[in-house]
């Protein structure tokens, strides 16, 4: 009881000394300890992975919308090699995916279908490169910011012991607030990876959609001479 009284005729105390006080950022970031050095790197890490891969599925996701009636074009009029340098030229998973369909004419339908789904399965895998990375960084960070504010915790509670009867509130608030530093920390990284990897994942679903799109559109220009018989 006695404790409690001496806490709160500090407060007031405490309050008017860290009113006038500033902390900036980078403050905060210096005050949470040697945890936040593993926590500002790995952010560097995940933002890097998700700029990077945003744009290579930004592009891979960009479909020429004159492509697949080109290469029907050049099918039917026999130009394979046409349809060939086309696909080379274009550059894209979709147009890889045709690529192997055309290197397969000549052979069974099922067959040239599952060379194509092989090459796609392959472009989304290659989509999805360091996606892993950025999962376990996300599901990480948090953890980390626990982890320094509990050996933020422990060391406040232990000056406290060292303080014997001298304890001060703002001893006590100090630690706290220190520890807690880096629980903010994880969690506004985990907070905006699971977002940015969320994001990425939306627009590969779309990149898959895409594909499966060009595979079946591929599968009935094949069919089509079948149909009319040629």
Known sequence: MTFLLFMLQEVPA???RTSTAK???LDLAMKGGWVMIPIVLLSLVAAYIFIERYYVIRKASKEDTNFMNRIKDYIHDGKLEAALALCRSTDTPSARMVEKGISRLGRPLQDISTAIENVGKLEIA???KSFPTLATITGAEPMLGFLGTVIGMVRSFYAMSQAGNNIEVSLLSDGIYTALITTVAGLIVGILGYFAYNTLVVKVERVVFNLEATLTEFMDILN?????GR
């Not at 089509?224 to 009319?228: C, G, N, Q, R, Y």
């Open 126 to 128: 290659k989509l999805e």
């Open 14 to 16: 405490a309050a008017e």
């Open 224 to 228: 089509e001479p079948l149909k009319s």
């Open 23 to 25: 902390l900036t950022l």
